[in-house]
């Protein structure tokens, strides 16, 4: 894959260059302002396998250590393709909660897979201003 890795190449999540689109995020030099931009930015994390952005930004009460192992044996061998949100609900700058409808694209063991998902999104504490989190899939 040529310039994997590189900042000025278009952002996995489809956004026109990682730099000034998850990156920021991934580098925590910035904080998502919106649901969306969460949910991306976890697409582009799993597409480059960070796997401690992806930690940090799903709150859950399962051991560390089970963690990681699980979230990287999960996206092991998995390469994702592409992402399309086809709904957004709430999740703005002034929300403390929301939902993002997507389709992510993957290609695992030459087959091509589509997860679909409406993910529900919260701020931390449930307090304006507290940092988007990344809170369950809906059924
Ligand atoms: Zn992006």
């Known amino acids: ?8 190449e278009p952002c996995p999540c489809g956004g026109e260059r990682y730099a000034t689109c998850c990156e920021p995020f991934h580098l925590g030099t910035a904080l998502p302002e919106t649901a969306e931009q969460l ?6 994390a799993f597409s480059r396998n960070l796997i401690d952005y992806l ?3 799903h709150p859950s ?3 560390l250590t089970e963690r990681r192992r699980a979230l990287k044996a999960s996206n092991r ?19 403390l909660s929301g939902t993002v ?5 993957y290609r695992q063991a030459g087959q091509t897979h589509v997860l ?3 993910s529900r999104f919260g701020r931390e504490g449930a307090v304006a201003g507290g940092r988007w989190l990344y809170l369950a899939a809906e059924a």
């Open 55 to 57: 930690i940090e930004t």
């Open 1 to 8: 894959m040529a310039g994997f890795g590189s900042s000025a």
């Open 116 to 118: 679909r998902e409406c």
């Open 61 to 63: 009460p399962e051991p």
């Open 39 to 44: 949910m991306r930015s976890r697409y582009s």
């Open 101 to 105: 409808t997507f389709e992510a694209h």
């Open 77 to 95: 061998g998995v390469r994702w393709t592409r992402l399309r949100i086809s709904a957004s609900e709430a999740g703005g700058p002034a929300d």
